[in-house]
């Protein structure tokens, strides 16, 4: 399958249907993998199914790169085994770590960015590289709370990373908002200085207001459309650097497949709108 | 792993930090924990799994409302956080912790309607395997058949419950489509089967579960059929088998020793 990757969706059970029949330009579709960590039956099924129409990008939450420990064995191994059935157009992880010995959080944990750090990261990214046979695009968390002990920015901290392990990195425009609001920095400014070049993908979603600290924090909730804040930040980053792979996620509140392609369209139409003037 | 390490000690006391909030906070985080937006983070890891396990056991949820089901599975998700990378098999100490959980004490057939719901989830994400049709088994000289294996399907699970009418309570809470009849309060038994790709159900006797125990031993077909009479002296085998093959329980005959 050689078409060019424009917009895509993050693929749910609910849209299976819609998802595998759609016709859409450069449509393609993201999942956890984790979520198809089964040995067969209909979830592996549909997943094929949609793989016979559409290219599928495996987008990983739970390997955990950033915790002071080797990936797991056997993850890697489920990750492999995927990653030859689907042959994913791209596969991506977070600069975070959800596994911390022998439990498994289901969520994008910080750390502070350090060099003691940053050396267990790369000879992690470069494991999970190596042992999946394949390059991983690696993407900025969004951020909550303040850490002490910082001794690299993240910009600075993910081009090192790239740079050691030749992996990607996979921006996330909507984490960048977050984390901006959050934490008190120029989201644009961010935008503007991330490195073009190990750029393999683009995520867009929408946010929401913690309930009881309303404006202060904000929340990478998946639960609602990209806010007219985030596309301006992406347009700004595509006119940059140029078309790339574009995924919109959404997780919770889900509309039906339509609306949500329409949003995605709307990314199509730049990523191609600017893929014709480069 | 390096545990003197400073990344591995701040890993050690942002997880403890995760579940419990005590007032005397490592140092290592008590600045990242004071913060309100910590809160962040111990919401998303509680709601991820307690939104797993609400999806791994809808019946047991359907049964005690969502409210109490969420209270019940915060409990079991600050003892025994997940330990796989998937929340897809999240759950198979659940069943065990309600059987023993003191509020759910008036609900004594909880326990046995979430290990239906555990079954259901080990049955959908089996391995694919063949499944036999009824004409190829019909095919079949009733001798060679008593001397043959029949291999369950990988996806095919089955209990027996026998003091509790466990299927009837789980399936008319799985779908929720039960006929509000009354249910009569005696031992059944349930088949889970994965034809076409989709989970099934069916109530299971105790003579048809102890000749699925006896296939998945693989003994032959006497000898399975032996294991159910003993359980039940009347069982009809032949509806008994056929039930089976009927269902797609069974993906291969095997001939010969």
Same mark, same amino acid.
């Given at each position: 399958m050689s078409q060019v990757l424009t917009a895509?969706?993050?693929?749910?059970?609910?849209?299976?249907?819609?998802?595998? +029949?759609?016709?859409?330009?450069?449509?393609?579709?993201?999942v956890h993998p984790e979520n198809y960590f089964v040995e067969g039956g209909p979830r592996r099924a549909w997943l094929s199914e949609i793989r016979t129409r559409h290219p599928v990008s495996l987008h990983g939450v739970a390997l955990s790169l950033a915790a002071d420990a080797v990936p797991d064995a056997r993850h890697l191994a489920r990750l492999r085994a995927l990653a030859d059935f689907i042959e994913p157009a791209l596969v991506s992880e977070h600069l975070a770590w959800s596994a911390w010995r022998g439990a498994y959080f289901p969520d994008l944990l910080p750390f502070p960015r350090t060099s003691e750090a940053l050396e267990r990261i790369c000879a992690n990214v470069s494991a999970a590289q190596e042992a999946i046979g394949r390059r991983i695009a690696i993407?900025?968390? =969004?951020?909550?709370?303040?850490?002490?002990?910082? !001794?690299? +920015? !993240?910009?600075?901290f993910l081009a090192e990373i790239a740079r050691r392990t030749g992996c990607g990195l996979l921006l996330d425009v909507n984490n960048v908002f977050v984390s901006a609001a959050n934490l008190g920095f120029d989201s644009r400014a961010y935008i503007d200085a991330f490195p073009? =070049?190990?750029?393999?993908?683009?995520?867009?979603?929408?946010?929401?207001e913690d309930p009881n600290l309303g404006e202060r924090l904000l929340v990478d =909730?998946?639960?609602?459309?990209?806010? !007219?804040?985030?596309?301006?930040?992406? !347009?700004?980053l595509i006119a940059r650097v140029g078309p790339r792979p574009t995924l919109i996620e959404r997780d919770d509140r889900l509309p039906d497949f339509e609306t949500l392609l329409a949003?995605?369209?709307?990314?199509?139409?730049?990523?191609?709108?600017?893929?014709?003037?480069? | 792993m390096n545990a003197a390490s400073r990344l591995a000690s701040f890993q050690d006391a942002f997880a403890h930090s995760l579940f419990a909030l005590p007032p005397d906070a490592h140092p290592l985080v008590s600045g990242i924990v004071r913060q309100p937006a910590f809160a962040?983070?111990?919401n998303t890891v509680m709601k991820g799994c307690v939104d797993a396990l609400q999806a791994n056991f809808p019946a047991v949820a359907r049964l005690v409302g969502e409210d109490w089901f969420r209270a019940a599975a915060a409990e079991h998700v600050a003892h025994r956080p997940p330990t796989e990378p998937t929340l897809l098999t999240y759950g198979d100490a659940f069943p065990s912790f309600l059987s023993t959980f003191a509020p759910a004490a008036d609900l004594p057939y909880l326990a046995d309607v979430a290990r239906l719901d555990r079954l259901w989830t080990e049955a959908h994400g089996a391995a694919d395997d063949p499944v036999i049709a009824p004409r190829d088994f019909m095919a079949l000289d009733p001798e060679a058949l008593a001397g043959a294996r029949l291999q369950p399907h990988r996806a095919t699970r089955w209990a027996w419950f026998a003091d509790t009418p466990i299927y009837s309570i789980w399936s008319r809470n799985r779908d929720g489509d039960g006929d509000g009849s009354a249910i009569e309060w005696a031992g059944e038994g349930a088949l889970l089967t994965r034809p076409d790709g989709v989970v099934m159900w069916?109530?299971?006797?105790?003579a048809g579960g102890r000749f699925l125990d006896a296939c998945a031993r693989e003994l032959t077909v006497q000898r399975a059929m032996e294991a159910a009479l003993e359980v039940d002296a009347e069982a009809d085998l032949v509806a008994l088998i056929s039930n089976l093959i009927e269902a797609g329980a069974i993906s291969r005959i095997i001939q010969g020793p």
């Open positions: 895509g969706l993050g693929l749910k059970p609910p849209h299976y249907e819609a998802a595998r +029949d759609c016709r859409a330009a450069g449509l393609w579709f993201e993407e900025n968390p =969004s951020h909550y709370v303040r850490i002490d002990g910082h !001794e690299w +920015d !993240e910009i600075g073009a =070049s190990p750029l393999m993908e683009v995520h867009l979603a929408g946010h929401s =909730s998946h639960d609602a459309p990209v806010s !007219e804040a985030v596309w301006a930040l992406y !347009e700004r949003e995605r369209d709307r990314a199509h139409v730049a990523v191609a709108a600017f893929a014709r003037a480069a | 962040v983070y111990r069916r109530p299971l006797d105790e």
